[in-house]
């Protein structure tokens, strides 16, 4: 498969730092605002890379494209790609609200058009094998679980995090990852009570927040991020017979530790090599190949799923 980028920023870096690994894909240009920042990246990254600024041009010769461009970008760029008939790989959150994703979806369905969100966790081993251990009900019935993704940033108008414009905030770019963990572990299961609160800083975007997902059953889930303190940036998921761990950082996991009612202990670890971004698109690639046009892991549905809930708790913490 032959790759366009579009954005140059930090998660572009990881990205193409990490395409040697995924054999089936090569990366045919990156495309920048300026001439100069795409032709650095490749001189950087990339050196077999064209640098465009133009996308339409970018886009000859290519067979998908790679959106890491700032959220409110999304929706336009990946329209485009889609025409063009290029399969979209888009980073998350796939656009700014439920009714556009829905939109998105559509309009690639119309077309006939590979598209996928870039939720880059869901496609790692440990992730995998801990929805196996789930269903297989290696720890009992699920009770309930948490997990938090935080860190310190210091204030910067500057930032795009603390940038309303560029769709800044603590839940869109952070908050994601604890939410999609309460998706692997309760699967298709909707909340039946969503609670949350988002406290909001200078330029008025979320700096921090919290949810908790109800379920019929009485089981729970807890998320936390934010952008004001240090978390554990761990994951935790406790059942009737034991618990399962995911140390620091569960968003790109290599280790699962089990404890067991009677104490016992179980490690599994799942080395991989760099930070893991290839196992989305590795997974990309072959669906294209395929000539498919939905991602059997990272499905439509369940990306939905996840920008439902998204919306839900921006509108519970405003009550």
Known sequence: MRLVMIGTGFISKLFAEDMKHAPNCQLHGVVSRTMESAQ????Q???????????????????AVYIASPHPMHKETAERAI????AVLCEKPLTMNLKDS???YAF???HGVLLMEAMWTAFFPAIIKLQELIKDGKIGDIRNAQADFQFYLEFDSNHRLFNPELGGGALLD???YPLVISQFVFGAQYP????SELIHGASNVDEQGSFTFTYTDGSFYQGAFGLQAMGSNEARIYGSQGSIRIPQNFWHPHKLEITFANGDKEILNFEHPGIGLHYELVSFAETW???????????????????????????????
């Open 45 to 63: 990254y990339a050196p077999l890379a064209k640098a465009f600024t133009d996308l339409d041009e970018a886009m000859e010769g290519a067979d």
């Open 192 to 195: 039946e009570k969503i609670t």
């Open 108 to 110: 690639a369905k119309k």
């Open 40 to 43: 650095n990246f490749c001189d």
């Open 174 to 176: 952070l908050g994601v």
């Open 83 to 86: 025409l063009a008939g290029k």
């Open 289 to 319: 190949e395929k000539g498919l046009i939905e991602n059997p892991i990272m499905t439509h549905s369940h990306s939905l799923q996840r920008a439902r809930l998204v919306e839900e708790i921006f509108t519970c913490a405003k009550k």
């Open 102 to 104: 829905e939109d998105l």
